[in-house]
RNA sequence: GGCGGCAUAGCCAAGUGGUAAGGCAGAGGUCUGCAAAACCUUUAUCCCCCAGUUCGAAUCUGGGUGCCGCCUCCA
């Protein structure tokens, strides 16, 4: 059984899908103005992470994220640039999907861009304006909350509460400071789409609730997004959204990943403590970013640090060891016994049921990941001692597999692709200076066997002589 | 002012009633020419403080302290 924390309840729930077998996410994505930094990549990975355990699990998964390629950031940003905002959205939306590869985040299912869906929000807008919910004030339609008797019920406030704490500059054509927009006018300038209301673009809020329903319909399965979406983003969705359906509910489970701070506050553009992935990702692997990330549980705030992410760097080399080490005795020739493999294929059972107990209380890969370094530590023991057979040689590949398998699910690639990536010229190179190395070593000559092993360190390749021979890899 | 979250070893981090996972770092050992990696052993009598409930609490309740977030665009 699946429990997962509902932001609506704020309990952990059990999860019964709308459909058996089938599972619809809808999750907030980035408005393209920039490369994503850390924060953002927190949530697309956690959401990552979550429709990978779906799938793992055997659900039919449709998982959709949209991109925000009109708004006002975006406008302001092309200004600024000299830009059409929509290219600079276009070059944007481009840039996400690098830097996702990076951190092997999958592409969704369906990534819907808010420009592409004008006619289903103005579908939306009319409809909400013909039932008295919404109301146009100079080329601007705004959502009347109060109309709305359920405002604020996932984020916990009421709308008397709300107001007496409002900052805003009070927008004195509307009926209430809370109303919010679902469609504006365009200024001078600005990218606009005809409308009944004239020349405008949409809302933010909007553009959320016409794609998820479209993609996904009424009473989807969940709706994800960063914390500090759950107000006013979440709301908004909720009301314009129950509001056009009059009746049912917009989404089912409401799932809110909790924020990255830097020196314990929160990364934010104005405080200039924003880290990119794409800076990230220049000094660390995209894997050792994520292996970070899924260290803590999604819903707890998370620090981030250079020295955090070097710590997380040796968890996982520590992870990649065992890979290597059961492809280096799978290598090996014998028929000894075979002694311990049932023992091992039973911690692999053990291991694979921790893990997803793990996952399935409310998606908790910081204990699924102690899971996986548990068979880590089980199958390096095996390896250890191991006299090659038949029957080990089987079980080993199983345990591999598993760890594999395990390791897919938190988007970790424990096989290792790029090391196998090596050219033939690199391998070649090794090759022969290790040749020359180990005549050193023949020679007792000890002084030049050090030198070559510490200068292929400096230049990030480190030599391990094991029993079985030399070894060799990339530093991580 | 309103709403919410968090406080666990040197560091990171699970654990929400039954007597403290996992990782990094540290210590000792096996292995090694020396290392590295791996393996074995070891590292919190105690979970911010106080009071209470309970046979029993890090876990529940009340109070306090500290930190953080939302209420405004923001993942």
Not at 51 to 80: C, H, L, M, P, S
Not at 411 to 421: A, F, I, K, N
Request: glycine residues 8%; negative net charge; charged residues 25%.
């Amino acid at each position: 059984m699946m429990k997962i924390y509902n932001t609506m309840s704020r309990k952990k729930e059990e999860f019964i899908p709308r459909e058996e077998g089938k599972v619809s996410i809808y999750a907030c994505g980035p408005t393209t103005y920039n490369f994503f930094h850390i924060g953002n990549a927190r949530m697309f990975l956690v959401f990552d992470t979550i429709r990978r355990y779906f799938a793992y699990r055997g659900y039919k998964v449709t998982y959709v994220q949209n991109f925000t390629d009109v708004d006002d950031k975006i406008i302001n940003r092309a200004r600024e640039e000299g830009m059409d905002p929509l290219a600079l959205s276009g070059k944007y939306i481009a840039e996400y999907f690098t830097d996702a590869a990076a951190l092997n985040i999958k592409p969704a299912d369906v990534h819907p861009k808010a420009t592409e869906h004008i006619v289903d929000m103005l579908e939306m807008i009319k409809t909400l304006i013909s039932k008295g919910l919404a109301y146009e004030v100079d080329g601007d339609v705004y959502f009347e909350v109060r109309k709305f008797p359920g405002y604020g019920k996932l984020s916990g406030r009421s709308v008397d509460d709300l107001r007496s704490g409002a900052r805003v500059d009070v927008d004195e054509r509307k009926k209430d400071p809370l109303d919010f927009a679902l469609w504006k006018a365009a200024k001078e300038g600005e990218p606009y789409w005809e409308s009944p209301w004239g020349k405008g673009r949409p809302g933010w809020h909007i553009e959320c609730s016409a794609m998820s329903l479209k993609y996904l319909g009424p009473g989807f399965d969940i709706h994800g997004g960063g914390g500090d979406l759950v107000f006013p983003h979440h709301e908004n969705e909720i009301a314009q959204s129950e509001g056009f359906m009059s009746g049912g509910t917009f989404a089912r489970y409401w799932m809110h990943n909790g924020f990255i701070t830097v020196n314990q506050e929160k990364m934010s553009k104005s405080l200039g403590n924003f880290f990119t992935v794409r800076d990230i990702t220049a000094k660390y692997p995209g894997q050792v970013v994520r292996f970070y990330l899924v260290g803590t549980h999604y819903r707890s705030p998370l620090d981030f640090d250079d020295q955090k992410l070097e710590m997380s760097k040796k968890a996982l080399a520590r992870l990649y060891t065992t890979s290597n080490l059961v492809k280096e005795a799978l290598a090996r020739e014998g028929t000894g016994a075979g002694a311990g493999g049932e023992q091992l294929l039973q911690s692999v059972k053990h291991a694979e049921a921790e893990f997803v107990a793990a996952m399935d209380d409310d998606f908790n890969t910081a204990l699924a990941a102690a899971a996986l370094f548990d068979l880590s530590k089980e199958i390096n023991s095996f390896v250890s001692d191991y006299a090659p057979s038949a029957a080990g040689h089987q079980a080993l590949r199983q345990a591999l597999e598993a760890f594999a398998r395990l390791g897919d699910v938190l988007g970790l690639d424990l096989l290792q692709p790029e090391q196998s990536q090596n050219d033939n010229l690199v391998d070649k190179l090794m090759e022969l200076i290790i040749g020359i190395r180990s005549q050193a070593r023949q020679n007792k000559d000890w002084p030049t066997a050090d030198k070559i092993r510490d200068g292929l360190k400096e230049a990030g390749i480190v030599l391990e002589d094991t029993p079985q021979g030399v070894r060799w890899k990339r530093k991580l």
